[in-house]
């Protein structure tokens, strides 16, 4: 995924998204041990899965996205990784719009 996937950066997240055959959406989270200890990780990773759960709607269908936290992502807390994710499953829609047509 990281040659063939599409990208989106926001401040804190990196965002890896690409067609899968399946029409089911897969979602993955990496935090590396830049973001924090294990303690803010676990966070970093708590506070992902609950925006993805409230932001996902099931919008987005057969697409397989990667969630990749970046340094400081652990000191932005939850609101703001809220409105990334929101902002992250926006850009990833009209790519995919965008990819669909041409």
């Not at 990281?2 to 990196?14: D, I």
């Not at 409230?54 to 939850?78: E, P």
């Amino acid at each position: 995924m990281q040659r063939s996937g599409r990208r989106v950066r926001t401040p804190h997240l990196v965002v890896l998204h690409q067609k899968n055959g399946d029409g089911a959406t897969r979602f993955g989270l990496t935090v590396s041990r830049k973001v924090g200890n294990a303690v803010v990780r676990n966070r970093v990773k708590r506070w992902l899965r609950e925006a993805i759960r409230r932001v996902h709607g099931h919008r987005v269908r057969g697409v397989d996205v990667v969630f990749i936290a970046r340094h400081g992502a652990g000191d932005a807390g939850y609101e703001a990784l809220l409105v990334e994710v929101s902002d992250a499953f926006r850009q990833v829609l009209q790519q995919r719009a965008a990819g669909s047509v041409a």
